[in-house]
Structure formats: C-alpha cells, structure tokens
C-alpha cells in the first residue's frame, strides 16, 4: 500500500517529531544543540515561518512551526534541518549514513483551540522525560525564553502567549504558573496520538470539516465499532 502524503495547511501550527536513526543519539555536545538551532534561526528566516516552541532531546527533537503561506515550507525547512546536521555531524565523526528516521511526524494544529497545549506538552518533554523537574531549566527549548530567563528573539510568540500581559515579565511570569497548572491525561493522549498518526490536533468537529473539505480523513477513531448515524 502506497504510504499517505504528509498533510499540511498553510498558516497554521504544526506539531513536527524527527527521530534520530534507530533512536540513536542525535546530540552528543553542546556544539550539536547550537548548530541546530543556528540552521533553524536561519532557514525558519528565510522560508518565512514562524517556530512558536521547540525542544531538542537527546536523540529526538519536537517543534511547532507554521510554514506561512507555502504549505511546502514545512518540508524544505525540516530537509535543511536534517540535512546540514547529518552532514555536520558525520564530518566531525568521520562517518556516512543518515542521522535521522526517513520521515518526520507531524500533526496540523487547530490554532486557537491547541496551539498552546502543544507548546506546553513540547516543553514539559524534558520533565515527562525525567531530566529536569523546571522545564525552564531546561536549556534546549524555547521554555527559558518564554518564562524570562534568556533572550531568543528569533522565537516567535503565540496569541495565547502575548495575551498573558502587557509587559515581558507579566507574561513571562504568568506562563511559568500555567506550565505548573494540572494538564488532563486526555489532553496529552490527543496530541500524541495525532502526531503519530499524522492526524489533526483539533476538536472533533473542525476536523471533521475539513475532512469534508480536503477529501481525506483527518478525524482521530477510537478503537471499538463505529457508532451508527
């Protein structure tokens, strides 16, 4: 069976997971995490998309990025991704072979309804993962930054971001509390899931409409039999 296209809408959030090859370590040194995030900074810049959270994970990397306009961005930007650090990466090693899992996983994200819950289940990664109880401690994500700890300007902020305060310590301030708030199993259930199987991270309905829409099933079903109309 001929495996199904990656779906992607223009001007909306993307929940994107790549793993390394056979789960192999991706990120040995600080060097490794800097190189990353420097071809991110730059080639979300040049593509014209905006990465609204990210963490990069010792042998996996999570981010949330819209591609703009040219829904095709989303894959160039993850291409240039993969491909300057697998050829980084197998220079200072001495090695050949890919770096990364053949494709990456992603998930388009009902802004105004989950945006926000996929930036909070990308930067607790490092806390589900048992490496940091603050996910601010954490230095390879965007948490620092939203919750003022260091400068990223390249990072762009969300609405439910911006709409915390009126000032960057308001904001940031508020964030950290509601990074603490209780988070339902549920919540973090449906976006995994969507991710994985390459489905929207939505309500119900949205995604029903633009199943209709686009002629492809984009709904979540649960196991069991299917209900009758």
Known sequence: MPRQSRF????????????GHNRQVVFAGDDDYLYYLGTLQEWKAQLGCKVYAYCLMTNHVHLVIDPGDDPEHLGLLMKRLAGRQTRYVNALEK????????????????????????????????????????PASYRWSSCPAKVGRIKQP????????????????????????????????????????????????????????????????????????????
């Open 8 to 19: 992607v809408l223009p001007n909306y959030p993307h929940h994107v997971i790549q793993r």
């Open 154 to 229: 390249w990072l762009d902020l969300d609405p439910f971001y911006l709409s915390l305060g009126e000032s960057d310590v308001q904001r940031a301030e508020k964030y950290a509390a509601w990074l603490r708030e209780t988070i339902p199993e549920s919540e973090w259930r449906l976006i995994r899931e969507a991710t994985q199987r390459g489905q929207l991270t939505a309500h119900k309905r949205f995604a029903e409409e633009l199943s209709e829409k686009y002629g492809r099933r984009l709904v979540q079903r649960g196991p069991g039999r299917p209900r009758k109309d």
């Open 95 to 134: 090695r050949s072979g890919s770096l990364w899992e053949g494709r990456y996983k992603s998930s388009p994200v009902q802004a105004d309804a989950y945006l926000r819950a996929c930036c909070r289940y990308v930067e607790l990664n490092p806390v589900r993962a048992g490496m940091v109880d603050d």
